[in-house]
């Protein structure tokens, strides 16, 4: 079982760095690849970054590649999305959710999700 809570979130401005962070709380955590979603208001949940379970494997988005970087501590069940130079296009809920796939690259490949936290960014 997998039960993931994000944190991090918060209130940053045009050009600032933010880390977030996503626990499990299960006991398989090293059996799943993770990824981080975000969902702006008004639009599709979007996959942001994703990392194979042992981390040798990752994935971006084209619009944060060069800016975010996403690594995983298996001892700690944590994944952290690491944001710098953030924009205001980056505001949204971000979400970590867990595959059972060797590194989930769409929404449909991922079974367990986050409650969320929340980006905004200032101007």
């Known amino acids: 079982q997998v039960q993931l809570v994000e944190s991090g979130g918060g209130l940053v401005q045009d050009g600032d760095s933010l880390r977030l962070s996503c626990t499990d709380s299960?006991?398989?955590?090293?059996?799943?690849?993770l990824g981080w979603f975000r969902q702006a208001p008004g639009k599709e949940r979007e996959i942001v970054a994703a990392i194979s379970r042992t981390g040798g494997m990752k994935h971006f988005a084209d619009s944060v590649k060069g800016r975010f970087a996403i690594s995983r501590d298996n001892a700690k069940k944590t994944v952290y999305l690491q944001m710098n130079n953030l924009k205001s296009e980056d505001a949204a809920v971000y979400y970590c959710a867990a595959s059972g796939y060797y590194l989930g690259r769409s929404l449909a490949e991922y079974d367990y999700w986050g409650q969320g936290t929340r980006v905004t960014v200032s101007s």
């Open positions: 299960g006991t398989t955590f090293s059996s799943f690849s």
